[in-house]
Structures are given as structure tokens and as C-alpha cells.
């Protein structure tokens, strides 16, 4: 039987131009880990499930960076800066209509499940690595993030963005 971690090494041992895929849940989780963890099959497979449990219990969401709209980049914290999805189908519904060729990142949601709006801390304001799991960490309130920053970036800020269902 063929578990997250085979799949996970069969995808990255794939031969270059080999367009075979890997589901982003697997793709993510592993990502998330150290180089050296990778290579575990027990820590692969456990973090794709934590994973899993995060997404079931409403504790990820998936962020889209829209920061350009007619050639002009749009600042951090402007209302559509980044669209929050509830769900992968959320965000493929909102992409059929607006961006067929746009795509969402999964993120964990700190500090509780996935309310009508999430804040959302950049460590670096100006990246735009949207697919690193470092780019930017998610809060389900004002309490959480705020409670967070005080014991860790005191002088930084979040900025809240509805959740699209």
C-alpha cells in the first residue's frame, strides 16, 4: 500500500520534464519540513496528517496574492491585497471566475479555528514568496495575533482579511 512518503519520493525522484503531480497536502506538509525529516518516512507521514487534522478541524486556509492590478503593485494591508479561501474548492471557484491560472497556498491557522477573518503577520513585508511556508503566519483573531506579537515582534503588526467559504 502506497502511503504519503512513497508518493512524496516517487514524485521528487520523478525524471526531469516528467509532469507527473503530487497533491498539495503532501506537497505542503512535507515542504514544511527540515531537509533531513524528509527523508523519514514516519515524519512524512505524520505531518501529512497533521495536516489533514488542521485542515478537517478549520485550523488552515488558503491565502491567493492578488498585489498587482493593472500593472501597479498594491501595498500590504489594502482590502485586496490577498484573498483568503476557506477551502481549496473555495479558492478553485473564486479562480474559475477571476483567475483561471491563479494559485492558493494552504496555511496554518495560530491560535484557534478559521473565523470570518483572519490576521495575517509578514516577517518581511516586501516578499512575495507566497509558497514558502515561512512568508507568512495566520491567526484566527485580533487577540491571537496580538498576544503573539507582544512576546515576539513587539514593534510589527498583522492586518485582518475576510475568509471567502
Known sequence: MTDAFDRWIEWAKKPPGERRGLPSEIHASVRALSREHRADRQKVNAAVEHRAEL?????????YLNDYQHGTQRKVGEAEW??????AEAAD???DEHDPEGV????????GQR???????LPDENSRAIGDVSWAMLFA?????DEWLDRNAPQRRTWSYPVKE
Open 55 to 63: 485542515s478537517r478541524s478549520g485550523r488552515t486556509a488558503w491565502v
Open 82 to 87: 490577498v484573498k483568503v479561501f476557506a477551502s
Open 93 to 95: 471557484r473564486w479562480f
Open 104 to 111: 492558493a497556498w494552504e496555511y496554518e491557522i495560530e491560535g
Open 115 to 121: 473565523q470570518s477573518s483572519v490576521w495575517i503577520y
Open 141 to 145: 483573531s485580533k487577540q491571537a495575533a
